[in-house]
Structures are given as C-alpha cells and as structure tokens.
C-alpha cells in the first residue's frame, strides 16, 4: 500500500480519497474516467475539477456532498447561489430546522402586514430582511436533511428502493 501524503492543507478530494484508504492508482481504477495524473492534479489544486468529474467522485466514493462543496464554492453560478451545507447529525440537523420554524410562526403575521400591500417600506425593511434570512436558515436545515438522506442512501443505512417507494407515495408508507 502507498505511503498517506504529509501535506498539510489537502482539499475535500484529497481527504476523501485518503479516508477512503485509496491510492490515486485504486482511485482511477474506481472512477474509471479519471486518470491517476488527473486525480493529482485536482488534489493538488493544479485544476479544477470539471461538474461530471465531481459527479463521479460523489457516487464512486459515496459522498454526496462532494457536489455540494463543488458548487458552492467551486462554480462560479453556485459560489453566488448555493449555500455550502455541512453534514450534521440527524438530531442536530432536526433541531436547528424546528428553531428556525419556531420562529417564523412568530414572524408569520408580520410578514402578512409587510407585504400585504406589495411594497416594502422602509420601516418594514429591517423585520423583512430578518425573516428573509430565518426562511435562509430554513431552506439550509432543508438541504442538510437531504444531503444527510442522500448520504445514508449512499452508504447503504437506508435502502434506496424503499426510500424511492416512500417517496413516490408521499411518504405514507
């Protein structure tokens, strides 16, 4: 087995392989689209890893937020629009999205007087721009859960025909 690299700031592909206990050479054979001197040269930060190329990282290595770390700081559209998620504990993820739910059923009545008019003022703007950012904060605890699902799929704790069946019918079981 090859020797694990010492550099100190490897990237999120760097780290992935290496977690995964893959040499360039296994990881190659792994992706079968990507060349062991083209791993390097992603890991090594020479180039930026092309949308497809990062699609097959994700699913080969089973690691869903690969695409999300991509987009959100790689691409030039998703660094303006997609928030980086991080993976958190279920729990975690579940309570940070009943806070912030918590609080818009607050704020939902002062949205209602905000926009009932169709116009923002700007006494309104300050309480506008606060629920803006909890509804972010909503949106966000949403794409955790769906990169941690996305995840547990991948790695095989939840099965993904019963996942796809529940989610065809709703979610009723």
């Known amino acids: 087995m090859a020797r694990a690299s010492t550099k100190a700031n490897k990237n999120i ?4 392989r290496e977690h995964l206990g893959l040499t360039r050479e296994e990881a190659s054979d792994l992706l079968e689209t990507l060349s062991p001197e083209r791993i390097e040269k992603i890991e090594n930060e020479r180039t930026l890893p092309h949308p497809d ?3 097959t990282m994700a699913e080969k290595y089973k690691q869903p937020g690969l695409c999300n770390y991509y987009c959100a700081n790689q691409c030039p559209i998703g660094q303006q629009y997609v928030p980086e998620v991080k993976i958190k504990d279920l729990s975690q ?6 806070a912030s739910l918590n609080s818009m059923q607050k704020k939902k009545e002062r949205l209602i007087e905000i926009t009932v008019d169709g116009e923002i003022t700007g006494d309104e703007l300050a ?14 605890a949403v794409e955790t859960l769906q990169l941690w699902s996305e995840r547990m799929i991948a790695t095989g704790k939840i099965n ?3 996942y796809r069946a529940c989610m065809e019918a709703g979610g009723k079981g």
């Open 53 to 55: 190329e990062v699609l």
């Open 13 to 16: 592909y760097h780290t992935t």
């Open 160 to 162: 993904p025909e019963q």
């Open 127 to 140: 309480d506008f721009i606060y629920i803006q950012q909890e509804l972010e904060r909503i949106s966000i």
């Open 93 to 98: 993820i579940i309570l940070e999205m009943l």
